[in-house]
């Protein structure tokens, strides 16, 4: 078992050998004690570490099924059927550190190296406000090019780019940890979360994996989250890269992570994600990750992190094909990517040989407006709502979680407003039908009241050209 505190002398929170014990304690659970945990998670309690432990154990069919029909009512009963769309936009894949899993890793000599200048970065803007994009995540290597001034002012410039009624309203960032100082920088800018993923829990696969630069410091990076929100910043995101390590300990280390924010900040995470590695250039460990994870159990992963953590918000990425990106969804997913290009500069060059700059390929690379015209016609409600960062609601998802009517107060409201924004300035026509059925479909559910009527007075200003109205 490893031992590790990082400068201020703080207990470790990952704690390997008590990770086993429950794995070991918890085998073939039988199906009252399975119903129990999810009748708890239903209740809106998150999990104890038993109790997960509990679920990953679970192998059998009929009780996975189960897990599974759980998921699935936490999602309809708490979320509804709301899909949040975002995309990816990575400024420069210049890199110090050398993932070994990593398109860009410092040893890999094929990857064409570029970030994008304030020029480019402009363009890439514009595309993906052509498209309907209203909230981005920034995407950067770790190099001293990025630091956090470099940082913050890519997240100026986003702002600042608006085209015709396109605009960002929501900049999230998936860069290196910082210093408390540095965070306060990009925090200064109006960020929404911070994500990093510690990529695997297990401190020796960790310390294998990552051999070289500032990431090779596994404490380091277990507590950068901490030093973002001792910096300000409310919403941070979580993640494990799956197929790094035994699915069951990322899955705890995950719960680990949550139980110590909110311990020690009084909240948990507001976003949780969970990639599967995905083949990259160059990069053999991609090819053949050494703890694959099926899509089976990719299910099974995201349904038991719908229970264990009830009040998270769940990202799935188009890393993962159609089909699994499909059936997860149901299981609680909060926010997906779509139209999404990873290469530096994409964009707006269209540019064929992309991969060559890219951390790894995409599974699902379905059009924006395709992928909301599919999950419209499934029932799904769009949603590019920013509300809550505008209005200084730090921790949306939790609040969807925790106050009664929230979702039906805001969130749904907002989704319609943001789906017809959509609808009357970038959906193609078919899609434009679909959304504006199901806008029908959700205001018809809505009770009559002051609420309704206020929301149709923002749906005819919005008919007539205003923009950006919310609640
Ligand atoms: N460079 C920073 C870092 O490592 O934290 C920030 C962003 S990194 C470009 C974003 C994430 O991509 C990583 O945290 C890792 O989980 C994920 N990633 C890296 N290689 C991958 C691969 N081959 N397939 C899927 N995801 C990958
Ligand atoms: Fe660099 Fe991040 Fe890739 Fe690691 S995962 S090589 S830090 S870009």
Redesign the pocket.
């Known amino acids: 078992m490893f031992y590790v505190r990082d400068k201020q002398g703080q207990k470790p929170f990952i704690k390997e050998g008590k990770i086993y014990e429950l794995l070991e304690k918890t085998k073939s659970p039988d199906s009252i004690k399975v119903d129990e945990i999810i009748q708890k998670s239903l209740s809106k309690k998150r999990l104890e570490p038993e109790e997960v432990a509990t679920l990953l154990n679970v192998e059998e069919e009929t009780t996975l099924e189960k897990i599974f029909e759980g998921a699935k009512t936490l999602k309809q009963r708490i979320y509804g059927n709301r899909i949040v769309f975002f995309a990816p936009l990575y400024i420069g894949n210049k ?1 110090v550190n050398d ?1 070994q ?4 890793r410092s040893s890999n000599k094929e990857i064409y190296r570029n970030s994008l200048t304030f020029e480019q970065l402009k363009k890439e803007i514009e595309a993906l406000e052509n498209k309907g994009h209203k909230r981005l995540i920034l ?4 190099h001293p090019e990025y630091d956090a001034n470099f940082i913050a002012k890519t997240v100026e410039t986003v702002y600042n780019t608006k085209n015709n009624n396109g605009e960002i309203r929501r900049v999230n960032i ?3 940890p910082q210093t408390i100082d540095d965070y306060k920088k990009i925090k200064d800018v109006g960020i929404g979360t911070f994500q ?2 510690q ?1 695997t829990y297990h401190y020796e696969t960790y310390k294998k994996l990552h051999p070289k630069g500032p ?1 090779s410091s596994y404490i380091w990076r277990l507590y950068g989250l901490d030093r973002a929100i001792q910096a300000g910043i409310d919403d941070v995101g979580i ?1 494990a ?1 799956f197929g790094l390590s035994n699915y069951k300990f990322e899955v705890m280390g995950l719960i680990y992570h949550t139980i110590h924010f909110e311990e020690r900040f009084g909240f948990g995470p507001h976003t949780i994600s969970f ?1 599967r ?2 083949p ?1 250039l160059n ?1 053999p460990l ?1 090819f053949q990750p050494p703890s694959l994870v099926d899509d089976k159990t990719f299910k099974k992963i995201v349904a038991i992190l719908r229970l264990a953590v009830p009040y998270t918000g769940l990202i799935l990425t188009a ?1 993962e094909p159609i089909k699994v990106r499909n059936e997860v969804l149901k299981l609680g997913v909060s926010q997906i990517d779509a139209g999404s290009n990873i290469g530096v500069g994409a964009y707006s060059t269209q540019d064929k040989e992309s991969y060559k700059k890219s ?2 390929t995409l599974s699902d690379q379905r059009s924006l407006d395709l992928v909301i015209k599919e999950l419209s016609k499934e029932g799904y409600l769009p949603s590019f709502c920013t509300a809550c960062y505008r209005m200084g609601r730090t921790g949306e998802h939790f609040m969807e979680f925790a106050i009664p009517g929230f979702v039906k107060r805001f969130c749904t409201p907002n989704a319609i407003l943001t789906s017809l924004e959509y609808s009357l300035d970038y959906a193609s026509n078919e899609t434009k039908n679909i959304i504006k059925n199901q806008i029908n479909e959700e205001f018809k559910n809505m009770e009559e009241g002051k609420l309704k009527n206020m929301l149709l007075e923002k749906i005819k200003l919005i008919e007539n050209g205003e923009r950006d109205l919310y609640f």
């Open positions: 890199c993932c899993y990593c398109g860009f995407v950067y290597g770790e998936n860069a290196a990093i993923f990529e990431k993640g890269l990639p590695i995905e990259a990069t991609s890393r951390q790894f």
